[in-house]
């Protein structure tokens, strides 16, 4: 009977998240990233970055699976996100070892559901949930049963297929990996199941993409991520901002929380979700398994490491997703600890924390269904009939290029000539993004619109001015 009651709870969880992010699907490219990833599935092409190095073979091939069957970019990403989010709720249950039958279970269960960046996530057309999603499952088959080798191998072939899907997520799992490593004898069936679950993908990367352009691919954007155009320390070293952008991007665009200038019913959710953090934090007991309890602890520390130093931390809030989870559980051990006082504060703040939850991730979610800043001024590009000169950086030029839009498009850069744009554009030309400071030695420079989205939704061009230029008479 229990046994039916949990399958049935599964059932309903897994047709709950597929659903939902179905209901909530986007239907347009809201950045370039997400561009990429959609352009993959009409032509898989490493050289064209689409999408960019490392390729993310596994998560490509079960969207286009899906993407053949749907032939909808929008609904073919959702379902990924969907199912990806299943497989989180259920094995961060397991990890954390709650029961989804049980009334703790379902408010874990109602908790990652309603996250909101991890709704959001399930959304877009990118691979970070899906990411996500194998690596909880790899870290439980870690954490249990430490001489059940099945469970073990099981791991380091995830782990391998891990490398197909989100290849930045490796360092989250290093830890465990190289834990039972060291300790197991049988090392060549470990090395053989992770083997086996990189190849799976690696050898159709090389088939479709060829070793040579592979290796060019992965040569190119290796040392770009790192050295030129990658966020990292080496190009972006501001050390308080990187610190406090993980900060915020946890606090705030992970969990819900309030910032400033965010919308006062932020706070509702702060309040109740600090009060529930202390209360997890003091409810800790001595962990039952200290090695579990390490090896957690080390994978988030180390995860933590790596975007601080080599990620794109400062404008990207994706790259904490694996975090969230600690977080998370700190919330429902939380509520876990205090709603079994059956005192009247106590429930009133744990109704008022997944009423704000859910309030905020819904509005969230109906602001992303509206197109982004970007793909606003190619709607309103679309709808003009005359060819024009566009001035921008070559991402947007790139955007709008690739949906079509007619234009000569000019990028902004270190070696952009002036002289030769005043000599040969048009009267008439549009500047996308405030670089006027380049051209009002010999240009008038007028606002014309600014374009907005809320950045907790996506913080890639939350704002976008654009500017007409008019050529000044008699200056050359």
């Not at 059940?148 to 391998?160: H, P, R, S, V």
Request: aromatic share 18%; charged share 15%.
């Amino acid at each position: 009977m229990k046994k039916n009651i949990a399958k049935d709870g599964l059932l309903f969880l897994l047709l709950c998240c597929v659903f939902s992010r179905i209901a909530t699907a986007i239907y347009y490219i809201e950045d370039i990233d997400s561009l990429r990833f959609a352009l993959s599935l009409s032509e898989y092409n490493l050289i064209k970055l689409q999408p960019h190095f490392p390729g993310y073979p596994v998560f490509w091939f079960f969207s286009k699976i899906l993407f053949l069957f749907t032939n909808n970019l929008g609904l073919t990403f959702s379902l990924v996100g969907g199912l990806s989010i299943f497989v989180v709720i259920y094995f961060t249950l397991k990890l954390y070892d709650i029961k989804l039958n049980s009334l703790i279970g379902f408010f874990c269960a109602g908790t990652i559901f309603c996250n909101p960046l991890l709704w959001l996530m399930s959304n877009r057309f990118m691979p970070d949930l899906m990411g996500l999603s194998i690596s909880i499952s790899a870290l439980y088959f870690f954490s249990i049963v430490r001489d059940n080798n099945k469970n073990i191998i099981l791991g380091f072939f995830l782990f391998g297929l891990l490398a197909g899907v989100r290849l930045s997520y490796i360092p989250f799992l290093i830890v465990p990996v190289s834990y039972h490593f060291i300790i197991q004898n049988n090392k060549y069936m470990l090395f053989s199941s992770f083997f086996i679950g990189c190849v799976v993908w690696f050898l159709p990367l090389i088939y479709f993409t060829g070793i040579e352009d592979l290796y060019i691919a992965a040569l190119d954007q290796t040392r770009g991520h790192f050295f030129n155009f990658g966020g990292t320390f080496i190009t972006d070293s501001d050390w308080i901002k990187r610190i406090i952008s993980i900060i915020k991007y946890i606090w705030a665009d992970g969990l819900g929380g309030y910032w400033k200038g965010r919308s006062w019913q932020t706070i509702f959710l702060s309040i109740s979700m600090i009060y529930l953090i202390i209360s997890g934090l003091l409810s800790l007991k001595k962990p039952k398994d200290k090695t579990n309890f390490l090896i957690f602890f080390g994978s988030a520390i180390l995860y933590l490491s790596w975007i601080l130093f080599f990620q794109n931390i400062i404008y990207k809030s994706r790259h904490i997703l694996p975090l969230l989870i600690f977080f998370i559980f700190l919330i429902i051990n939380g509520i876990k600890s205090i709603y079994f006082r059956k005192n009247l504060l106590d429930q009133i703040v744990i109704a008022v924390f997944f009423l704000s939850l859910i309030n905020i991730t819904l509005v969230l979610v109906q602001q992303h269904r509206t197109p982004s800043a970007i793909s606003q001024i190619k709607d309103d590009l679309v709808n003009t009939s005359n060819k024009q000169t566009i001035i921008s950086i070559p991402l947007i030029n790139y955007y709008l290029n690739t949906h079509g839009i007619k234009a000569d498009f000019i990028s902004v850069d270190e070696k952009i000539d002036i002289e030769k744009i005043y000599m040969s554009a048009q009267d008439d030309i549009l500047l996308i993004g405030n670089f006027s400071r380049l051209f009002v030695k010999d240009f008038d420079v007028v606002l014309d619109t600014n374009y907005y989205h809320n950045p907790y939704v996506n913080r890639m061009w939350p704002h976008i001015g654009t500017f007409r230029l008019f050529k000044k008479k008699n200056v050359r």
